[in-house]
């Protein structure tokens, strides 16, 4: 059974940066995708950023330029980037995989506030 666990949150004012990390058990992520969502207070779970087995990247236009996805397979980790960070970027993000879409961690909490 694949298991993730994401960290690396925290609190941070606007401007900032942190570091998340995803890693996964019980998988082996090399020969797949994996994917950072995002779910804000009262809103849907929305993807951030994707990373293919290859390394090709797609970001969602709010993060463009501000978050970089990047991958570890001998770590089996997957990491996301953020960098200045704005007040609507807070919420519970979470990793996953389009090869186990009904597999998600914990999450780990972003807030951006002065």
């Known amino acids: 059974q694949v298991q993730l666990v994401e960290s690396g949150g925290g609190l941070v004012q606007p401007g900032g940066s942190l570091r998340l990390s995803c890693v996964v058990s019980g998988s082996i992520i090399r020969s797949i995708a994996m994917t950072w969502y995002r779910q804000a207070p009262g809103k849907q779970r929305e993807l951030v950023a994707r990373i293919s087995s290859l390394g090709f990247t797609v970001y969602a236009d709010s993060v463009k330029g501000r978050f970089t996805i990047s991958r570890d397979n001998a770590k089996e980790t997957v990491y996301l980037q953020m960098n200045s960070l704005k007040p609507e970027d807070t919420g519970v993000y979470y990793c996953?995989?389009?090869?186990?879409?009904?597999?998600w961690g914990q999450g780990t909490q972003v807030t951006v506030s002065s």
């Open positions: 996953n995989s389009p090869a186990w879409p009904d597999s």
